[in-house]
């Protein structure tokens, strides 16, 4: 973006400058946010010609990302940051607080460092639900309940997740991509976790003492996604110290959590009361199961295999 000084400046030392200046000044005061501001300030002529500078600079950036194209793209003075219009010592400055997609780029990063099983798969970087076979009727359920859940999904609200089973290669991950990508574009950081590969994963950080830190990154993303849930080996620990815990933290700070499985909430709860070393734990796997339940709309997902 041109600065603000050169371009004042240029337009100082070119033909007609009163009439540019003054054609800039009502564009300026024609932002609704700058009519809001100098009326909740309540601030003369004199005090708004002083102003024009921040004005302008403030009225020519992009606000809530609408004229970037990406956050690579983005056209303000600071990238990553948008412009807030202030009083500080009776004159008007600007404060800049990072916009919605540097926030959401920076939670994205803060999550990778801690969880290695956070992934986007390659086929599903662009999904939309729009792109989803819609060939019966459990397809069309499942992508409606997607799509409310989406549209109903506001930071600090109650918004029930979705536990989508059904077979293999349905398109159940596909759907937590257009899901993702869905949210992305509300500015929403949303995490997926692969759960074979986070139960390995949990299981070698006991060597470097990292399992605290990957808990508390996957127990505070503000959507978490866990795909494929029962394919793993389970095991007590995993089940109840750290599956658990995710989710009790979840349920009692009203945190969504989505999943995806091969097997419906019955199946689910047998394989969780089996543990890999062959016990028999129906009230510890009824007790996750409870916890699953009041999270999540069970939502069944069918269809022909689509890897095949």
């Known amino acids: 973006m041109k600065k603000i000084n050169e371009a004042l400046g240029n337009m100082k030392t070119s033909p007609g400058f009163n009439e540019q200046y003054e054609q800039t000044k009502q564009e300026v005061l024609a932002d609704k946010t700058v009519q809001a501001f100098i009326k909740k300030q309540q601030l003369g002529e004199k005090e708004v010609t002083r102003a024009m500078v921040k004005l302008y600079e403030y009225v020519s950036q992009s606000h809530r990302c609408e004229r970037c194209p990406s956050l690579d793209g983005c056209i303000n003075v600071m990238d990553g940051f948008e412009p ?8 008007v400055e600007l404060d800049y607080k990072r916009c919605p997609r540097k926030v959401r780029d920076d ?24 792109q989803v076979e819609l060939d019966n009727r459990s397809r069309l359920s499942a992508v409606s309940a997607a799509k409310d859940f989406v549209d109903g999904y506001e930071p600090g609200g109650t918004t029930k997740g979705l536990y ?10 596909f759907l937590f991509g257009a899901i993702a990508n869905e949210l992305a574009e509300k500015h929403i950081a949303s995490m997926i976790v692969y759960f074979p590969e986070f139960v390995r994963e949990m299981k070698q950080s006991l060597n470097d003492q990292s399992t605290g830190a990957k808990v508390e990154a996957v127990k505070s993303a503000p959507v978490l996604m866990i795909d494929d849930i029962g394919a793993e080996t389970m095991s007590s620990w995993i089940r109840d110290d ?5 989710l009790q933290h979840r349920m009692l700070e009203g945190l969504p959590v989505l999943f995806t499985s091969n097997f419906n909430y019955d199946e689910l709860e047998h394989h969780l009361t089996h543990s890999q070393r062959g016990e028999s734990e129906a009230l510890k796997a009824a007790r996750i199961m409870e916890r699953i339940k009041f999270l999540t709309v069970p939502v069944e997902m069918a269809g022909v295999n689509r890897r095949q």
């Open 84 to 91: 807030e219009l202030v009083m500080r010592y009776q004159a």
């Open 107 to 130: 939670e994205m990063k803060h999550l990778r460092r801690h969880v290695k099983s956070l992934y986007m798969p390659g086929d599903v970087l662009k999904a939309t639900f729009a």
């Open 164 to 173: 989508i089973h059904g077979k293999f290669g349905v398109g159940k991950s």
């Open 242 to 246: 750290i599956l658990g815990t995710i």
